[in-house]
């Protein structure tokens, strides 16, 4: 144990990179376990600025504020996965970098990503590296039509990538996404899609949520419900696969990791968040420890919360002017989170609400 691995003390101060919702609702979970947090964003209209006493309005690549910003805080964390690989280094040189930047070099590249949890033993898709048509070609003919093309990086919520029916399709998907590395995946037919939440301590325990089922329209999340439809078996594997992650990472902080079901039952992870996860917002209505709670307990070296679940919940996400069900929409069993966004955009996830259902089914 190292001085580093001591639960940091209340009055500490708690950094964050990124300032979206998730850097909000880190920082009110921190404020809650008496930490103050110093939020380093490079967009002055970030949400989590309205909630948090300290703040950074630079980019990741200024030195001398990155420099000033470490020297402010005790622990420094992120919201986003695609934080700069030197700005990550950068930091981990002066501050205890939670989760450490492997979780990120592993998350930020598809190809990084697969290759680590094939080496971890977890099932993934078929897929192959695609650096020219000729290879498309081949790939396209040995993992079969239909099938995925993806920027390995900086893809999110269904952006850069497409879906290809016939190599005449995959020509034209390579021009749109192409000179960025790609990757051919093997389309899944899939039952269904679940999440598991899982947290990993200093001291190496995990505490992991039961998976979330959920779905998606227009390529962005609109529903995660648990309990999921999902026989127990399932389930249990999916815990089981998110936690051997969590330990082969050596990881530090929340984790969320999303599967595919297939109708067998069988499990193939799609891809793994090194942050609280938008599938997690479940967890701040009806859990004993919220995985924000839990995220801020981890990285300052805390006992993790119990995970356990006291109610059957459906979130659903609010997106652009979907908001307005705040407030006269609400039923009295409903629990908003409004991220306090001031400008409404198409496509712009708003806020969200869970819907809460004391009377927990059977399963
Ligand atoms: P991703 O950005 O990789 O998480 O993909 C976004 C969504 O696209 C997933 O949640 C799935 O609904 C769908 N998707 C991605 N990859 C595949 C695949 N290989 N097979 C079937 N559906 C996929």
């Not at 001291?203 to 995660?224: C, F």
Request: glycine share 8%; charged share 20%.
């Amino acid at each position: 144990m190292t001085s580093n691995d001591l639960p940091l003390p209340m009055g500490s101060t708690i950094g964050i990179l990124g300032g979206g919702q998730l850097g909000r609702m880190l920082a009110l979970a921190a404020a809650r376990l008496g930490f103050r947090t110093h939020i380093y964003c490079p967009d002055p209209a970030s949400p989590a600025f309205d909630v948090t006493p300290l703040k950074t309005v630079a980019a990741y690549e200024d030195e001398t504020a990155l420099q000033a910003f470490a020297a402010a805080v005790d622990v420094v964390t992120y919201e986003f996965e695609n934080v700069p690989a030197h700005t990550a280094e950068f930091l981990a040189a002066l501050k205890p970098l939670r989760p450490g930047a492997r979780a990120l070099a592993v998350s930020q590249d598809r190809l990084a990503e697969k290759a680590f949890l094939s080496l971890a033993r977890v099932p993934v898709a078929p897929f192959a590296a695609i650096p020219d048509l000729d290879i498309l070609e081949q790939a396209l003919a040995e993992l079969g039509a239909p099938a995925v093309l993806k920027t390995t990086r900086l893809g999110y919520d269904g952006k850069g990538q497409r879906i290809v029916a016939n190599m005449e399709d995959a020509a034209l998907a390579f021009e749109v996404l192409s000179p960025k590395p790609l990757v051919l995946e093997a389309f899944v037919a899939f039952e269904c899609e679940i999440s598991v939440i899982v947290a990993r301590g200093v001291d190496g325990a995990i505490a992991a949520y039961e998976p979330s089922e959920n779905v998606h329209r227009d390529h962005i999340l609109k529903t995660s419900t648990v309990p999921a439809g999902i026989r127990g078996k399932t389930a249990a594997a999916a815990i089981e696969t998110a936690g051997r992650i969590a330990e082969a990472l050596d990881y530090v902080g929340v984790l969320g990791v999303e599967f595919f079901v297939r109708p067998n039952g069988k499990l193939l992870v799609n891809e793994i968040a090194p942050r609280v996860h938008n599938s997690g917002h479940w967890t701040e209505a009806v859990c004993i420890t919220d995985q924000f709670e839990q995220h801020i307990r981890a990285i300052a070296g805390w006992p993790l919360g119990d995970p356990s679940r006291m109610a059957d919940v459906v979130m659903e996400n609010l997106v652009g002017d979907e908001i307005e069900l705040i407030p006269a929409g609400l039923g009295s069993t409903i629990r908003p989170h409004a991220y306090g966004k001031a400008e409404v955009r198409r496509g712009r996830k708003m806020g969200h609400i869970n819907r809460v259902s004391l009377k927990r089914r059977a399963k």
